[in-house]
C-alpha cells in the first residue's frame, strides 16, 4: 500500500493545492490520501473525480494527521527540500516497498512543518533540495517509486475515459470497448 497525507491546509489559500495533492496521489499510483478536516471541497474533488474516472482510490479526511503518522505500520517518507536526495535514497524505499512489502506513507506539508515529522519520518526526502511544489514533488517521488509503471494502470468502475489522440478532446462512456 501507497497512502498520502497531506499535513496542513490553509482555508482560502491551499484549496486547489490540496484537491491537487488528492488528484496527483491517484493519478500517479497511491492508494489513498488523507486530507485535513478543514479542506472538505478538497476531499469532495477528489471523490467526484474518482468516481467517474475510475479507481481503486480511497480519500478521507482526518482531525489527526500526526496521529496517521504516529500510528503508520510501516514506513514514512517526508517530502522537504531539507531531505535527502530522491535519487540517493529511492533504492532503499523501493527495497522496503518492493521486496519486503512495507506500506509507505508519503508527507506532504502546506506551510511549515513541525520538527517531530522529520523525526518520525524514516526517510526526509528531497526532490531535489530547491524550494518548489508539494504537487511537484509527489509527482517525481511517486514516478520514481513506481519506476513509471504507474503510467500502465487500469482503472476500474470509470463512468468515462479519454481516448488519447494527437489533437482534439474525445471522452467516452468508459464501458464502451
Ligand atoms: N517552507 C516550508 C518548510 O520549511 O517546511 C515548506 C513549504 S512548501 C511550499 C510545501 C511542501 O512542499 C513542503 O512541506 C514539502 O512537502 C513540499 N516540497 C517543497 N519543495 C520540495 C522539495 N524540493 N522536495 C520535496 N518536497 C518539497
Known sequence: EVAVLRLGHRPGRDERMTTHVGLTARALGADRVWIPDNAGQSLETVRDITDRFGGPFTAELTDSPKGIIRDWEGRVVHLTMYGERVQ??????????????????????????????????????????????????????????????????????????????????????????
Request: glycine letters at 6%; zero cysteines.
Open 88 to 177: 540517493d535514497v529511492e533504492a532503499e524505499v523501493k527495497r522496503a516497498h518492493g521486496d519486503d512489502d512495507e506500506p509507505i506513507l508519503i508527507v506532504v506539508g502546506a506551510e511549515k512543518v513541525s520538527f517531530d515529522v522529520y523525526e518520525e519520518a524514516d526517510w526526509n526526502v528531497g526532490v531535489t533540495n530547491q524550494p518548489h511544489s508539494e504537487v511537484a514533488g509527489l509527482a517525481v517521488f511517486l514516478d520514481r517509486l513506481f519506476e513509471g509503471r504507474e503510467l500502465e494502470r487500469e482503472w476500474d468502475d470509470a463512468d468515462q475515459r479519454v481516448i488519447p489522440m494527437e489533437t482534439g478532446k474525445r471522452v467516452e462512456p468508459a464501458d464502451e470497448e
